[in-house]
């Protein structure tokens, strides 16, 4: 089974619907991530959480909330879902301390089209 | 402000040949990261960088770390076709409380 799962990996939907997008993870890290990414500009960090009290905002958070249900699990909401959401969106992990910490295990995202 | 640049964005090139992908960032950093995506696929980690000075290599590819020169070169040796993916280099900051990503360098290697 996959250590990051994302759900759903496809979405079609309409403008001014909300929209969530869920992710979950066994790999036991405290440390999780929400990116998009557009073609030509890389990945763009939206919101990340460094443990189940803790939320801070990324580049692109404008639009977009989230919620850490618990360790394991980080929802990324789109409230009104416009048009120029339309894009590919990760969910990564990460662990804390040791030398490799923050080297980041990514789901396998999930595509999402807003009409 | 933490600026990523990689060059070139696309590279199309022969297997059997070798090639350099260069990732320039602006300020200070505490790690850099290399990963790959393959088409329609997620990323998967390649190299941790740690350090200055710092090298890595798996198989064909070989990663490098000039703190100094804020520069990280991913070598890639004799390509063959299945090294043909996005290669994404990501630059970390302040203790992991920020990583920036550069826009990916697109690879085809020609069989």
């Known amino acids: 089974d996959a250590d990051v799962t994302q759900t759903p990996r496809n979405r079609i939907t309409k403008t001014g619907k909300r929209i969530m997008l869920e992710c979950s993870q066994t790999?036991?890290?405290?440390?999780m991530y929400w990116y998009r990414q557009d073609p030509g500009l890389g990945l763009r960090l939206i919101y990340y959480?460094?443990?189940?009290?803790?939320?801070n905002k990324g580049e692109i958070s404008d639009g977009y909330s989230v919620s850490r249900q618990a360790q394991a699990k980080f929802s990324l909401s789109l409230e009104s879902a416009i048009p120029n959401q339309t894009a590919l969106y990760f969910c990564?992990?990460?662990?804390?301390?040791?030398?490799?910490?923050?080297?980041?295990?990514f789901g396998p995202g999930t595509r999402l089209t807003v009409l | 402000e933490l600026k990523v640049e990689q060059n070139p964005l696309f590279l199309s090139m022969q297997e059997g040949k070798n090639y350099t992908i260069y990732c320039n960032y602006s300020?200070?950093?505490?790690?850099l990261y290399w990963y790959r995506q393959d088409p329609g696929k997620s990323l998967e980690s390649l190299f941790v960088?740690?350090?200055?000075?710092a090298v890595k290599q798996e198989g064909r590819l070989m990663a490098s770390l000039d703190t100094k020169a804020r520069l990280s070169t991913l070598h890639i040796t004799a390509a063959v076709h299945d090294l043909s993916a996005t290669y994404f280099c990501?630059?970390?900051?302040?203790?992991?409380?920020?990583?920036?990503f550069g826009a990916g360098t697109r690879l085809f290697v020609k069989a």
């Open positions: 990564a992990t990460s662990a804390r301390g040791g030398l490799s910490y923050n080297e980041q295990f």
């Open positions: 790999k036991g890290h405290d440390r």
């Open positions: 959480s460094f443990d189940v009290k803790d939320i």
């Open positions: 300020t200070t950093s505490d790690r």
């Open positions: 960088l740690l350090s200055n000075g």
């Open positions: 990501a630059v970390e900051r302040d203790g992991g409380f920020k990583t920036i």
